[in-house]
DNA sequence: CTGATAAACGAATGTCGTTCGTTTTAGGGT
DNA sequence: ACCCTAAAACGAACGACATTCGTTTATCAG
């Protein structure tokens, strides 16, 4: 099979530097999961150049690359107004109805950002949900600053932890709202015998769910606010 | 290839009564996901004495089982409360203040039903997120009932089409977070660099999920009442 | 009585995630 | 400087799985 000796183009054994990292697969994998709203390993590996088999010299697999990609993604998520809100809570001696619409602005942002990040792709949301975050440490980082924030803000550890976790429900059914089709409440042809179904998709706008979402953010953090000495 | 005649077994060619319909399938993939998590098409056909193929008669494929599902689902929603409440409003002349407890009260209610019904798998969850209702009838009819009833309450009936939208967000993903491991939020080894999440953590009881729902439900509606007259 | 259609079946297909055996090279220990 | 282990690539193969196809048999409309 080996001929005459040719310049080896580009097959088998060990190269001499890497192709590949962890952390190329996570970016790749976001890249297509934005294009395309999925990915499989045979995608992931033909835009690192590389065969599917190579892969799991890097991951155990694909979920692996999922949980990764959560974990990267929740690392961005900006906390940045969060800490300098709890900063100025910390250092000067706001009234509790200042500090309380300062902890609102802060965690919309926060919110906000949060939504957006996750809104890439549903099956992201489900990974997240359920990966425990000892084995994501952006997670982990991400959720140590706003709870810290929020106990800056006078809650308790555990009420933090607790209104963390109630906002990250609304926030991760916000985020996979995002893919529903606009006219998911159109009754269609079945208009006249769901009169208000009907009449109310009719005066929606072209952005319901960023509507709701502002709408459901603000009641939220209203009611959670009241929690703040 | 005949061969004598024999007492036929169970094999090949159109059955003298339809074994299966649209509805077993519905309901033999709902046993199977509250038991097993999960489903394939061959387990269905299994657990119907059929073969996989012959599913294809009644279904056209497994993403319109979980569609069929979703939908079975969100019809056994219960709104009989909310109903209920709404005849209450229309009938008598209740005050502000007592109609806007009552309106708390009846969505609650509803909001736990449906947060029950939904926990039943990840899979399920995103599908109805994403399912136009117009293809989904007993969703579309458990929407009606709410948002007329949340006309009855006064809003209008946009108001109420928003005001489910937000409050589905925040059901769905606390449907999706019920599949979360109790102890998702324990920090591990990292403990000692993440002392606001550790002593979060070491609070919580063994509810955690629960109690994070009902916070964030109370103060969903609480804020969502005031836009109530 | 006779098509046409519905409803079952088994066999086959294509995709996908993943495993395995092999090959080549990097890098640490003596 | 030389091994020898382990890392990192490859292609081939496997087992699931959803789905399609051709065939067979029974029902039902005309």
Redesign the interface.
């Given at each position: 099979m080996t001929g005459t000796r040719m310049t080896r183009n580009r097959t088998a054994g060990r190269p001499t530097a890497s192709l590949i990292t962890a952390q190329k697969i996570t970016l790749a994998a976001q890249e297509l999961l934005s294009k395309n709203g999925d990915f499989t390993m045979s995608q992931l590996a033909k835009k690192l150049g590389v065969a599917p088999s190579s892969l799991y010299n890097h991951v155990a697999s694909r979920d692996e690359v999922l949980a990764g990609l959560s974990d990267h993604i929740a690392q961005g998520i900006s906390t940045h107004e969060l800490q300098e809100a709890a900063a100025r809570v910390r250092a000067s001696d706001l009234t509790a109805r200042v500090a309380r619409n300062l902890w609102v602005e802060a965690t919309a942002s926060w919110a906000r950002s949060y939504r957006t990040a996750f809104s890439l792709s549903?099956a992201l949301?489900?990974t997240l949900?359920?990966?425990?975050?000892?084995n994501a440490?952006g997670t982990?980082?991400m959720?140590?600053q706003v709870?810290?924030a929020f106990?800056a803000f006078g809650f308790?550890?555990?009420d933090?932890?607790?209104?963390v976790?109630?906002?990250?429900?609304?926030?991760?059914?916000?985020a996979?709202?995002v893919?529903?089709?606009i006219?998911?409440?159109?009754?269609?042809?079945?208009a006249s015998s769901?009169?208000?179904?009907a009449?109310?998709?009719a005066?929606?706008g072209n952005t319901?769910?960023d509507?709701?979402?502002e709408?459901?953010l603000?009641?939220?953090?209203?009611?959670?606010s009241?929690r703040l000495p």
């Open positions: 549903p949301v489900t949900a359920v990966t425990p975050v000892r440490p982990l980082g959720y140590e709870t810290s106990v308790t550890p555990r933090a932890l607790l209104t976790e109630a906002l990250e429900a609304f926030l991760l059914g916000s996979t709202d893919h529903a089709p006219d998911i409440f159109d009754p269609g042809q079945r769901h009169p208000t179904m009449e109310g998709f005066e929606l319901p769910q509507e709701a979402f709408l459901g603000a009641a939220l953090l209203a009611g959670l009241t």
